[in-house]
């Protein structure tokens, strides 16, 4: 068991808990999590081992206690670059340029293989079309349901299925790319005068455009149609070498999967898991969706679809 001195975090949408020890005057977190134990724990402190690695700031592992469901990690305290934002909106530009320095840099990570605490070797896997497949099919299953009744269902699906394999058929950029896979400003912490990135369990090797979007269409920080302009324009500047034509197209079609995704996920942490704050961010989902989509021909199958019925 855990020590009842151990002050109780605000939790993430995921199952794990977070406690902060502190010790004399060092402080530090606990990560428990009694299940999907593998990614919350193991795999967890194996993407930070090679973010560590690439100079790149992540929480370092202090001990473990695998048997027992839980990992001491390095506190980085509790200034988000989302609260961060929140409090410096004249200075949002600046940070935002210092985010996308940071993605940069981890865009830059080659590494694929680390030694986990086990001792056993991990390798990042490949972000395959099937998974990005499989997510969007979150969305059929958690939210589409309350919509049509049974035998519409049926053929909804089929048609949405089709659809996005036709639309991940349309990017171009290889999965070469270390992807952190929720990169948005409330998964990055302001430590000591840098950022640092947490929340890395589901990392992957994608698409150069995946956390690009994440970071731009972020659902939880709502930021103008000009920022998000700025934002996305200056990483091309920072990227001499990139195809604009194919990181837009890619980045467009990212955003409207990821956030079909997140509509799903939402709406599913509100159903099976009652974490019912999630739900006020649909329809920002929503809105992001019809931003990219909206007189984009490559979404007209799509949005075709989504018109065939009143959705919220």
């Not at 929480?59 to 305290?77: A, H, Q, T, V, W």
């Not at 739900?279 to 931003?291: D, F, V």
Request: hydrophobic share 40%; with cysteine; charged share 30%.
């Amino acid at each position: 068991m855990l020590s009842k001195s151990l002050k109780k975090l605000k939790g993430d949408a995921s199952v794990r808990i977070f406690f902060r020890s502190k010790k004399k005057k060092l402080s530090s977190i606990i990560v428990y999590a009694s299940k999907e134990k593998t990614s919350n724990l193991l795999i967890y402190d194996s993407i930070n081992k090679i973010l560590l690695k690439n100079n790149i700031l992540a929480p370092r592992l202090i001990c473990e206690n695998y048997s027992k469901n839980y990992i001491e990690i390095e506190d980085f305290g509790d200034q988000t670059i989302f609260n961060l934002l929140k409090k410096n909106r004249t200075k949002k530009l600046v940070i935002f340029k210092q985010i996308i320095k940071l993605l940069i840099k981890l865009q830059s990570i080659r590494q694929r293989k680390v030694k986990n605490f086990k001792k056993k070797n991990y390798k990042v896997p490949y972000y395959h079309p099937r998974i990005l497949l499989e997510e969007t099919k979150i969305f059929l299953d958690w939210y589409i349901e309350q919509y049509l009744i049974k035998s519409e269902k049926l053929i909804f699906k089929k048609k949405f299925t089709k659809v996005v394999k036709n639309l991940i058929k349309k990017l171009h950029y290889k999965n070469i790319t270390f992807v952190h896979r929720d990169f948005h400003v409330s998964n990055l912490m302001m430590f000591k005068k840098e950022i640092a990135v947490i929340d890395t369990q589901d990392a992957l090797i994608g698409n150069k455009a995946y956390d690009l979007a994440s970071l731009v269409d972020d659902v939880r920080f709502k930021t103008s149609i000009n920022t998000k302009k700025k934002i996305f324009d200056y990483y091309l500047k920072s990227q001499k070498k990139i195809n604009k034509v194919y990181i837009k197209n890619d980045f467009e079609i990212i955003s409207v999967l990821r956030n079909l995704k997140i509509i799903g996920i939402f709406k599913r942490l509100a159903v099976r898991d009652k974490k019912k704050k999630y739900l006020k961010l649909i329809p920002n989902a929503w809105n992001l969706i019809k931003l990219r989509s909206k007189n984009n021909n490559k979404f007209k199958d799509l949005n075709d679809l989504l018109n065939t019925i009143k959705m919220n």
